[in-house]
Each structure stands twice: as structure tokens, then as C-alpha cells.
């Protein structure tokens, strides 16, 4: 994995500090141009890995980088998945099957049947979690997805539930059927690493937040410190601005004195912010 | 270890199982939903002890509480049974459809000297609770005026097929939605008066209402008004916001900051200057043991198990606090019957442009 990874949450008005920031953020990226806009710009500065949801208006992005391949040859995607919003309001709506139907892919119809369906008879969640996977993957068929996500809402939620088979079903699937290193994005990390050493997971790839107020670190930057000195994984950092609360020099320096980071998440919407929050990894990781 | 069982397996039932099992003093005993499916894969894939029949459950197990995430229309006799076998009870929101139901489960708890907290996670949100602890401090001096709004995507085309879009089962803008930023108004001015103006309005939904508006009216000239939408797809999530005004200033608050103005003549408040201060959701809120959709839904689930714990802490969200907003809910009901209070008796109602339409209308 690169160090620096360019992440979309601006792209989809979400900003953790400010509503107001959101809804602008949300206005100015409604035409697809300036979302393309900001991803070139963080491309030609050579980051050139784009950790996105499975959102549909990254469909049209991974369409646009698809139909491009001299611009974008090392264009790369880190696919997070599921897409949680569009599920959660199909389960308001049609309620927790209902919803798991409506998802099913469209596309092979019938293998979808035989393995949905005897899945759902058999209450063997196998064959549903790869069925979701497979549909919410169909956007970036021919595309490079060396590293592929199980959002934080979901794999803190299994973890929660005790689920931890659905995280080997995750790994097994995404190796096999797309190549690709399974990743874990967890609000919980010191549990979620025994977790996923119960799922017989050996040196996963997690993403959490790390920064240095500590803020939506559970267990506290302690424990966290400790799992990054101590535990064989691979670490992402995201919001290590804690949305904008540390000044980037501070927030980038602290994160590049924790041990064993191998990347870096980050979000901007500017070619100054981009410039900057690159120049800053550099210069403290070339310190390291 | 605190003995709990879980009641009701949908979207807020599955997160409060998750949040809770993973609470370090707490063992889910038991975990009860009346559809097989889900509780099947549940018992298949995490060990849980799962019971089809609530009434089973309370005979068959030994249990310190319960929490309750049914559809509304279930609460109150799910509570009652549970308080008579002893048990404290965390309940989702609303607590039930009429008041005179939530206060005689407030009495029976008291009674029994047990626990009860209801599930309104906004007062621990710690945006929404530092502007608490700035009225009591009376940082903008006398409060003259809430406005209370909640917008957000839920019902976004005319038929649901859950319970939600049914109003006698408790769905519906008003008990599902308008339910939060009602009860933030219980909390920071207490119990209205009376109401007026109110009105639930369609968006797109048959059975029940999207649209929520009202005037609320409190002792002491104080005043505050209802905005509310569940079909609005131009707010990513629900998003509800306060702004309160007084004679020394003025606070809007989100569950991201809180903005708040102070005039000259307001009293000094530690950490805030006279003009503009912000303050952050990253720095009003404390982290939790285990984070699954927002501090607050972790937060509310460990103060309920505090207070099972040692039962002299004080309470936030009890049954009791949760009748005051059930009220409110009932008074915007009633008002809403009225239509309006003074009407032009000049006034020229347009009639429908086309019958065909209103057939249509009638058949879907």
C-alpha cells in the first residue's frame, strides 16, 4: 500500500465538524467535473489510490477512469463496502429481508437465485455475504482493486454481534473471487484485532481513526498505542485531522511518530491542501 | 455482570444487541424477535439464546433487565410484564402511544424500584448537553424562543411496507421522528402549556404523516416552534437543530458544534467570550467503550447500565422524563385535528383541478 491514500468523503458531504461545511461540500461536488477535478489533482501529485465507497456516483468515476486507461493507468481503487446509507433506508423501508432482496445483483439472475435463496433456506450466510460482495463490486469489473474494505458500520457491528465468521467469509471471497487483500475499517480497533485473530486472520489490513486527540478511538490512545506496537497487522490512519481540530503539521507529525503505520487516509477538496498534507507526510516520514 | 435481554431484532434492535454484548459488564442472556430469520442466523453464528416468544423468555430466564426495540405499539405491554417480573427496562422511543399509558409504567416502575431510561440518544449527544449546561448556567439570560427542527431522508415514495409508515402502529414524522427534537424541548424548557398551529402533512406517504409543525407554549412567556420532515432527501441523514433565544444571546447547536452569540449584558461563562463561540463535536464528547453509529447510541446503553448497577446515580431519560414528551406528542395530535384557529371566513377554496387524479389516488 502507498503511504498516502486519497479518501472521498468530501466528495459525499460528510465532514464530522460542520453541517454547514457538509452542505457545501455536498453542493460544490454535485457535478461529477469537480469531483474528477480534485481526484486528478491528487493523481498528478502521485497519489494515485482512491479508498471510496461504493456510493453510485462512484460508479460513474470508476466508468470515467475505466474508459481512460493512458490518463489513469495507475489509478488504483480500495473499494469500501457496503455502501451503508442505501441499505439501512431500504431496511427502514422494506424491512430486513426485504432489503437483502432488493440488493441482490441483476445480473445472473438465476445463480443468484439458487445461491441467495438455498443460502436464506439453509441460514448459511455464506452464500448471501458473496452474493452483496459480488453486486456491490459489479462497478469496478476491470478495474485494479488490489485492497477491498468492509466499512466500519458493518464490521463494528458484527463485531458487536459476536459475528466474527462473517469476517473470514469477507477475506475468503474477496481473495479468492477479486485477488484482493481483504481490509477491516473499525471504530474499535484494539477489539476488533482479537476478533479478527479468532476469525484465523492472519496480519489484516484495519483502518481506524489515529490521531492525537484521541477522538473515536475506543479503548482510548493508549490501547490503541499498544496494539500498534504489539500486534501484527497492517495499519491504515484515518482522521488524523479528528476533522479538522488539529493543525495538519501537529496532527501529521504525531501520526508519523506512532509506530508501524503503513498508510494514510486523508480527504481535501484543494490542490493547496493536497500539496501541503503530502508534503508534510513526506518530510516526517523521510524523518522516521 | 449485569443479566440483559434484548426484545426486537430491527434496525435499532440489531444495534443495541451489538452495542450491548459488547459492553464489558454486561451478558446477554437472552435475545427474543417473533420472524425466525434473523434470530436463526444470530443463534447459528454468535451462540446467543434466542426465544420466538417474549412471554417464554421472562419465565424461562433469570435476567437483572430488559431493553426493548419493538415497534411502538408493543411497548407497553412488553414493559408492564417486564416490570412486574422486576426487571429495569431500557425502552426505544416513543415510550408508548398515549401518555396515560407511559405514566402508569412510570408509577408501576417506581414502584418496583426499578431502573427505566427510554431511548432518546440526543441527551448524550454532547453538543445538544453542553447547550443544557448552558441554560442552567443562564449564559443567554432569559429564554424567549426555541425553534426545534429535524429534517432528514426517511420516507422518500408513497408506500413502506414496514411498520413505520403505519400510524397506529406508531409509525408516522410524529412518533418516529418529531419524537427527538420534541423531547430536546421537554429537556430544556420542561412541560408546555398548551399548543397551537399544529400540522401533519403528507409528503408522500397515505397512512401517516411526513410533515411536522407546531407552536409550543411554556410558562413565563416562553414560546417554541416544531419544523419537521422525514422527506427530505437534501439532508444526508437526519439532522436535528436547536436555536434558542434570549435576552443575552443566542445558541444554535447540531450534534457536530454549537454556535453560540453573547450579548454584552450576558454573565461570564467559563471558556466562552462575549460575540461568537464554537465549540466542537470533537471536543464535547467523551469516548465510549465500544463506537458502532454515534458516541450517543453507546453512551445512553452504558447509563443504563450504570444506573442497574448502582441505582443511586442520577437518572437521565427515566420514564417519567419520557411521559412529559409522550404528552407533548398527544397534545400536537389533538391540535392537529383542530385546523385552524382563526379562519377568514372570506376565503375562496380552489376545488380540485382533476377527478380522474383523486380516482387514481383512491385506488392506489
Not at chain 1, 143 to 158: A, F, G, K, M, R
Not at chain 1, 211 to 235: C, D, P, V
Not at chain 2, 67 to 95: D, N, Q, W, Y
Not at chain 2, 164 to 191: I, M
Request: net charge negative; charged share 20%.
Amino acid at each position: 500500500m502507498d503511504r498516502l491514500l486519497f479518501g472521498d468523503n468530501q466528495f459525499f458531504g460528510v465532514n464530522h465538524m460542520s453541517e454547514e461545511k457538509a452542505r457545501a461540500q455536498a453542493m460544490r461536488f454535485q457535478d461529477l467535473d469537480a469531483v474528477m477535478e480534485v481526484l486528478d489533482i491528487a493523481y498528478d501529485e502521485g497519489i494515485t489510490t482512491f479508498m471510496c465507497t461504493t456510493h453510485e456516483r462512484i460508479a460513474q468515476i470508476a466508468e470515467l477512469v475505466r474508459s481512460n486507461p493512458a490518463r489513469y493507468s495507475d489509478f488504483t481503487f480500495y473499494p469500501g463496502m457496503p455502501y451503508a446509507h442505501k441499505y439501512a433506508d431500504a431496511v427502514t423501508e422494506n424491512g430486513m429481508l426485504g432489503a437483502v432482496r432488493k440488493f441482490l445483483p441483476e445480473e445472473g439472475v438465476m445463480n443468484a437465485v439458487v445461491r441467495g435463496g438455498t443460502s436464506i433456506a439453509r441460514k448459511d450466510v455464506e452464500g448471501l455475504i458473496t452474493l452483496l460482495i459480488d453486486a456491490e463490486m459489479a462497478m469496478f469489473k476491470g478495474l485494479s482493486t488490489p485492497v477491498i474494505w468492509l466499512q466500519n458500520v458493518v464490521v463494528d457491528l458484527l463485531l458487536g454481534l459476536g459475528f466474527t465468521d462473517a469476517f473470514a467469509i469477507f477475506a475468503k471471497h474477496v481473495r479468492k473471487r477479486y485477488g484482493a487483500e481483504p481490509g477491516f475499517i473499525t471504530m474499535n480497533l484494539p477489539s476488533l484485532l482479537d476478533a479478527l485473530d479468532d476469525a484465523g486472520i492472519e496480519n489484516p489490513i484495519v483502518c481506524s481513526n489515529i490521531n492525537k486527540l484521541g477522538f473515536r478511538m475506543s479503548g482510548g490512545i493508549e490501547a490503541y498505542q499498544n496494539a500498534l506496537t504489539h500486534r501484527k497487522f497492517r495499519a491504515v490512519a484515518m482522521s488524523v485531522f479528528a476533522s479538522g481540530a488539529i493543525p495538519p503539521r501537529e496532527a501529521i507529525e504525531w501520526v508519523s511518530e506512532q509506530a508501524n503505520i503503513e498508510s494514510i487516509v486523508f480527504g481535501a477538496s484543494s490542490r493547496a491542501n493536497i500539496r501541503s498534507t503530502k508534503q508534510l507526510v513526506d518530510e516526517f516520514s523521510g524523518q522516521r | 455482570m449485569i443479566r440483559v435481554g434484548v426484545v426486537g431484532l430491527g434496525k435499532m434492535g440489531l444495534s443495541h444487541l451489538a452495542m450491548i454484548k459488547a459492553h464489558p459488564d454486561v451478558d446477554v442472556v437472552a435475545v427474543v424477535d417473533s420472524t425466525g430469520y434473523i434470530l436463526d442466523v444470530l443463534s447459528k453464528y454468535t451462540g446467543v439464546t434466542t426465544y420466538t416468544d417474549y412471554q417464554t423468555m421472562l419465565d424461562s430466564v433469570e435476567l437483572d433487565a430488559i431493553l426493548i426495540a419493538t415497534p411502538t405499539r408493543f411497548h407497553g405491554p412488553m414493559v408492564r410484564s417486564a416490570l412486574e417480573h422486576g426487571l429495569s427496562v431500557f425502552c426505544e422511543k416513543p415510550l408508548t402511544l398515549t401518555s396515560a399509558e407511559s405514566m402508569s409504567l412510570a408509577t408501576l416502575a417506581d414502584e418496583k424500584g426499578v431502573v427505566t431510561q427510554v431511548g432518546y440518544h440526543n441527551r448524550f449527544v454532547g453538543a445538544f448537553a453542553e447547550v443544557k449546561a448552558l441554560l442552567d448556567a443562564g449564559a443567554i439570560g432569559r429564554v424567549t424562543h426555541i425553534l426545534a427542527e429535524a429534517y432528514g431522508p426517511v420516507v422518500l415514495k408513497p408506500k413502506g411496507s414496514t411498520w413505520r409508515s403505519q400510524r397506529t402502529e406508531g409509525g408516522g414524522c410524529l412518533y418516529d421522528y418529531a419524537a427527538h427534537p420534541v423531547d430536546l424541548l421537554s429537556w430544556y424548557a420542561g412541560a408546555p402549556i398548551g399548543v397551537g398551529g399544529t400540522v401533519l402533512g403528507s409528503v408522500f406517504s397515505e397512512n401517516t404523516e411526513d410533515e411536522v409543525f407546531s407552536t409550543l407554549y411554556y410558562p413565563s412567556g416562553v414560546s417554541a416552534q416544531l419544523s419537521v420532515n422525514w422527506s427530505d432527501e437534501s439532508y444526508r441523514k437526519m439532522t436535528t437543530q436547536i436555536t434558542i433565544t434570549g435576552t443575552a444571546g443566542r445558541i444554535h447547536a447540531d450534534r457536530q458544534e454549537v454556535q453560540v452569540y453573547l450579548r454584552d449584558s450576558a454573565p461570564d461563562i467559563a471558556g466562552y467570550d462575549r460575540g461568537w463561540n464554537v465549540r466542537y463535536t470533537t471536543e464535547l464528547t467523551d469516548n465510549v467503550w465500544f463506537y458502532l453509529r454515534g458516541e450517543e447510541y453507546s453512551a445512553q446503553l452504558d447509563h443504563f447500565v450504570r444506573r442497574v448497577g448502582n441505582r443511586e446515580l442520577a437518572d437521565t431519560n427515566s420514564f417519567a422524563s419520557a411521559v412529559v414528551t409522550d404528552r407533548v406528542l398527544e397534545l400536537l395530535t389533538i391540535d392537529a385535528q383542530a385546523g385552524p384557529s382563526t379562519v377568514d371566513a372570506d376565503a375562496v377554496v380552489p376545488t380540485p383541478a382533476s377527478t380522474k387524479r383523486r380516482l387514481f389516488a383512491r385506488r392506489g
